[in-house]
């Protein structure tokens, strides 16, 4: 049961966009459109901030947006800020019906 | 408020066995699926197992099957992990979430930590 796989790190500055990615197999990403972002500060919960590839939970801002093609996911951050420096993970649904996280994406605005 | 509370966590030695629990409150905990996420220190998050609604359905990630147990007791709104033939390697903050296809919300976790 491998995890999903996602860059260490991405970076940017301040007002800029950046992209996380989050590739699986057809097993998983690529099956279902069951794909969930979570951000996660030093320290603190998880948080859900993505659902069903692109869907955005009431409060949480429209600067975060998902999409998916093929097997791989991607978490888009618009207006990088300061506030959304933390790991992000991405997760899928499993045709086994289990459930996979991916390894986690440092984001740092610079 | 939606909340859920762990606890059962501490120190164990390899080898041995404990019980987590997790209180649900501020939603009707037996219409939903429930999980266990787990995140060793430094690392990052892994799906543990899930139970669905009525204890029918279970999943498990292999690294825990046949050692973990997933349950849960609706009229007392509890979720609960029990764990046994504990391993360095099961050491971890172990969390609760809510869902089925998401995991929304999470309770505050409780540390297991396996080591002699």
């Known amino acids: 049961q491998s995890a999903l796989t996602q860059p260490a790190s991405v970076s940017g500055s301040p007002g800029q966009s950046i992209t996380v990615s989050c590739t699986g197999t057809s097993s998983d990403i690529g099956g279902y459109n069951y794909v969930s972002w979570y951000q996660q500060h030093p320290g603190k919960v998880p948080k859900l901030i993505i659902y069903?590839?692109?869907d955005r939970p009431s409060g949480v801002s429209n600067r975060f947006s998902g999409s998916k093609s093929g097997n791989t996911a991607s978490l888009t951050i618009s207006g990088l800020q300061a506030e959304d420096e933390a790991d992000y993970y991405c997760s899928s649904y499993r045709s086994s019906g289990t459930r996979v996280f991916g390894g986690g994406t440092k984001v740092t605005v610079l | 408020e939606v909340h859920l509370v762990e606890s059962g966590g501490g120190l164990v030695q390899p080898g041995g066995s404990l019980r987590l629990s997790c209180a649900a409150s501020g939603f009707t905990f037996s219409t939903y699926w429930v999980n266990w996420v787990r995140q060793a220190p430094g690392k990052g998050l892994e799906w543990v197992a899930n139970?669905?609604?009525?204890?029918?359905?279970?999943s498990y990630v292999d690294s825990v099957k046949g050692r973990f147990t997933i349950s849960r007791d609706n009229p007392k709104n509890s979720l609960y992990l029990q764990m046994n033939s504990l391993r360095a390697e099961d050491t971890a903050v172990y969390y609760c979430?809510?869902?089925?296809?998401?995991?929304?919300?999470w309770g505050q976790g409780t540390l297991v930590t396996v080591s002699s």
């Open positions: 139970i669905n609604q009525d204890g029918s359905e279970k």
């Open positions: 979430a809510r869902g089925w296809k998401i995991f929304d919300p």
């Open positions: 069903d590839v692109n």
